[in-house]
């Protein structure tokens, strides 16, 4: 069963316009969530992160918030700028230097 | 990058032939980790390592070995490819008091 899931395969927002990409996990003991980012034939590079004991981390444009409750999580995009355009890939892993378990990917399109 | 290289970057092989994939590091890090990307299904993990001779097996596992003679070389061993495993590889290393993962830029791996 799949423990990080990430629903929407794809997401197309305007140049300018906030991009929001879901992800929901089903593993109550991960304690610490991640966004990566990949373009076409590069490794994942790592965006943002943030520890289950806050609700919100925020890096430039990039804010990821958390509501543990409902075991889920969203990435803010503002404003979006093509270069944006990419496969985001939500993960999250248990305390200590556990594996990431990985979503299936959103990617996503900035159109100018 | 965090240092990590793979080799080859890409490679083209026939059913039934043994093929290793090498992950290099030059930062001395502990943990380091095979996955294979794949459409719909996301990053998959393979095998791990948390230290030399010390590896752990992952989700997908079934058809790989991997070996750790060194810290700064973890290896991934396809003992007899199948089609099925056509896909892109990634080694991804761990940095001690970090919870993110740095990802190397892949192989490219096609079984005819």
């Known amino acids: 069963d799949q423990q990080v899931k990430q629903n929407s395969p794809s997401l197309s927002v305007q140049e300018g316009r906030i991009s929001i990409l879901n992800c929901d996990y089903t593993?109550?003991?991960?304690?610490?969530f991640l966004w990566y980012k990949k373009y076409p034939a590069e490794g994942p590079t790592f965006l943002i992160s943030?520890?289950?004991?806050?609700d919100k981390n925020e890096d430039g444009r990039f804010t990821v918030f958390l509501n543990k409750s409902a075991k889920h999580l969203s990435l803010h995009i503002v404003p979006s700028q093509p270069g944006d355009s990419a496969v985001y890939f939500c993960?999250?892993?248990?305390?200590?230097?556990?594996?990431?378990?990985f979503g299936k990917g959103t990617r996503l399109s900035v159109i100018a | 990058d965090a240092g990590i290289t793979q080799s080859p970057r890409h490679k083209v092989t026939e059913t039934g032939t043994p093929v290793t994939l090498r992950c290099h590091q030059t930062?001395?890090?502990?943990?380091m980790y095979w996955y294979r990307q794949d459409p719909g299904h996301g990053l998959r993990l393979i095998h791990y390592?948390?230290?030399?001779?010390?590896?752990d097996k992952g989700e997908v596992s079934d058809g790989y070995s991997v070996s750790r003679s060194k810290t700064e070389d973890f290896l991934l061993t396809l003992e007899s490819a199948t089609s099925s495993q056509t896909s892109v590889y990634f080694c991804?290393?761990?940095?001690?008091?970090?919870?993110?993962?740095?990802f190397g830029p892949g192989t490219r791996l096609l079984v005819l």
């Open positions: 991804a290393i761990s940095v001690h008091g970090q919870e993110t993962q740095y």
């Open positions: 593993n109550s003991m991960f304690d610490y």
């Open positions: 943030i520890s289950s004991i806050k």
């Open positions: 993960a999250a892993r248990k305390s200590g230097n556990t594996p990431l378990v």
């Open positions: 930062e001395n890090h502990r943990y």
């Open positions: 390592s948390y230290g030399v001779k010390d590896t």
